[in-house]
């Protein structure tokens, strides 16, 4: 945890905040940050399951119910966490998602606005929300989730990829924003991905979520924490702006081509 220069090692107590952490990457995360040491504030909307981390894992886990569409709860995240959780040192913008695969001419309105409210809306939101804290104190560091979709288009990607492409542009602007603050900004991009409840949601259906990964060894949710770990730790003046991760079965494809042969 190098989120400190040496001359506040005296700090030994570092929090930081996981959105989606009730299940797939998010909850991988939170959980690799605490053995790492951190107290973790773990969001999401399933509070069981986020009160089962704190019972996992005792007074390093903070759960904090948590809908990422609902802007007024974002925009006072600050002050609504109790007395003790309030400076967040590390924010991990983790929840976001995909639903479904139809062409944009025949794609679900609602399905759109859901995807844009959570992965643009709600994660544009809460960074801002605790920026300035952040700005204040000359520390801190903002991991968030892209995607590949965000940089290599396919059939049915539309308002999600375009979504994922607005998080990496958003962080790399973020990084503009903040040149002369010690606040660190990270987009991981993470390709073909299995362990997770990504495609059972976004196609509806667990047994056509798991021809996804039929024959392939996709990226799990522990790569992805290993990863978040990793960039946490480097030298509080090194930051990483983009990491592009895929699994060794997959790579990026070429341009299609339509032909019309008589």
């Known amino acids: 945890m190098n989120i400190y220069t040496e001359a506040d090692q005296d700090m030994t107590s570092i929090t930081a905040l996981v959105t989606g952490a009730t299940a797939g990457f998010g909850h991988a995360v939170a959980e690799r940050l605490i053995r790492d040491g951190y107290r973790v504030i773990v969001t999401g909307r399933r509070t069981g399951r986020l009160e089962a981390l704190r019972d996992t894992f005792g007074e390093a886990v903070l759960p904090f119910t948590l809908d990422m569409t609902d802007t007024a709860a974002l925009k006072a995240l600050p002050d609504s966490l109790p007395s003790g959780w309030q400076e967040v040192d590390v924010l991990v913008n983790n929840a976001g998602l995909a639903l479904g695969l139809d062409p944009a001419q025949t794609a679900s309105f609602q399905d759109w606005e859901t995807m844009i409210a959570t992965n643009v809306t ?140 008589a």
């Open 122 to 261: 709600g994660l544009a939101l809460i960074t801002r929300a605790l920026l300035p804290g952040m700005v204040a104190r000359n520390r801190g560091h903002i991991v968030s989730l892209g995607s590949t979709a965000g940089r290599y288009p396919y059939p049915g990607a539309n308002v999600y990829g375009a979504s994922k492409a607005f998080v990496a542009q958003f962080m790399d602007n973020l990084r503009a924003d903040l040149l002369g603050t010690r606040i660190r900004a990270t987009c991981l991009e993470p390709g073909l991905c299995g362990g997770s409840e990504f495609s059972s949601v976004r196609l509806g259906d667990d047994s056509k979520a798991a021809e996804v990964y039929a024959g392939t060894q996709p990226i799990v949710p522990e790569d992805i924490a290993e990863a978040v770990s990793w960039v946490l730790s480097l030298p509080a003046h090194v930051n990483i702006n983009h990491m592009e991760m895929m699994p060794v079965c997959q790579a990026s494809a070429g341009l299609a081509v339509k032909r019309n042969i």
